[in-house]
């Protein structure tokens, strides 16, 4: 296979410290974070194992050349002198896409064009739009950059949530916003709000050892060459836990969503989830844990003057039934999370999730 120059983690932009923790849990060597990613040093074997295990990272990027041009012609030559056989495989389609900025080169699309011939050209691949792999092509200062997308669709794609209910949260921000609350698998988690059952779901995963990626395909298993046992083996894994994890929500719609997802995620035997709105929730029997919760948060006008009652009530129900649980609450209206009374520490760095604005909001054990 063609060495990796470097690979690039990318996230959500706020939460590049957080993914970055992750990546150096999971023994990644990580050489740098930057708006929108962590860069990475190491191999293919590295590139599988951020793929399949990382649980923050929405896609991973396997940069393979860099060099300076200046002009179509210059970018030309040198992108047929890269081993396009070593990376990708004549009977697999491949599309480029292409960036161009502070440039002499400033027609993207141009350069685009320009790499999908050398690639044709060279190795005889087809070139299509819906193909399963993308070579990214950046140019800035005259500096071109191009990477292979290892992952193909989204990383938050676990591969066993059919249903989902609106506004859900995705599972790699979830992943992080966990992480950042402290959690490691190591206590019990409580979401009253639970929707389709993302948080939970996850917390449970962690809990069991689970790899993120064990039920989906990635675009590297149609490059050149891959290691099937070696993608079976990080794939494979799990531990039992005693632990067990909570969900409510006063939508029975969203409890069936829930069991089901959990089902197929393999947690439905460490999960529970009920019909109950907020006001009755109690804390389970056994160890204090965290309750983390994604509510409602007001988008539309004429909604928020009755979210502060929401809120209100839930810091009530939390303050006198929770004590000792952590509690984390992810909004996207500070004056929301200040209603609830309960003791924040400073907010998490501001994260676009969904077009809106969010974040997190923790406390120490109540």
């Not at 460490?270 to 919760?293: C, H, N, Q, R, Y």
């Amino acid at each position: 296979m063609i060495p990796v120059d470097e690979i690039f983690l990318v996230t959500a932009p706020g939460l590049e410290d957080v993914l970055a923790d992750e990546a150096r849990a999971l023994g990644l060597n990580v050489t740098g974070v930057i708006p929108g990613g962590v860069t990475v040093a190491g191999g293919w074997p590295a590139v599988w194992r951020a793929n399949v295990k990382l649980r923050g990272a929405v896609r991973v990027l396997a940069r393979i050349a860099s060099f300076r041009a200046m002009h179509l012609a210059q970018l030309d030559k040198r992108a047929r002198k890269i081993a396009w056989d070593q990376l990708l495989r004549a009977d697999v389609p491949v599309r480029v896409e292409a960036t161009t900025v502070k440039s002499k080169i400033y027609h993207a699309g141009a350069a685009a064009q320009r790499v999908e011939t050398a690639i044709r050209e060279t190795l005889g691949a087809p070139i299509a739009q819906d193909a399963p792999i993308t070579i990214k092509v950046r140019i800035e200062d005259d500096l071109v950059t191009i990477s292979v997308d290892t992952t193909g669709e989204s990383l938050h794609k676990r591969g066993h949530k059919l249903a989902v209910n609106k506004a859900p949260i995705r599972e790699t921000l979830a992943a992080l916003f966990l992480r950042q609350c402290g959690y490691s698998g190591q206590m019990p988690v409580l979401d009253p709000m639970c929707g389709s059952g993302t948080l939970v779901i996850e917390a449970a995963e962690v809990a069991m050892g689970l790899p993120a990626g064990r039920a989906r395909d990635f675009a590297f298993e149609q490059l050149a060459q891959v290691d099937r046992a070696a993608l079976a083996g990080l794939k494979a894994g799990g531990r039992s836990t005693d632990l067990r994890f909570y969900g409510s929500d006063r939508d029975a719609g969203a409890i069936r969503m829930s069991r089901d997802n959990a089902a197929r995620a393999g947690v439905g035997e460490i999960t529970m989830f009920d019909v109950k709105p907020i006001s009755e929730i109690t804390p389970p029997e056994g160890p204090a844990g965290l309750v983390i919760i994604n509510p409602p948060y007001g988008a539309r006008i004429g909604e928020k003057k009755t979210l502060f009652g929401l809120y209100g009530a839930m810091g009530k129900v939390l303050t006198e039934r929770f004590k000792g649980w952590q509690v984390g609450i992810i909004t996207a209206d500070s004056g929301l999370a200040k209603a609830t009374g309960l003791p924040f520490l400073p907010a998490g760095p501001v994260v676009a999730n969904g077009g809106l604005k969010v974040q997190l909001f923790r406390t120490d054990p109540l």
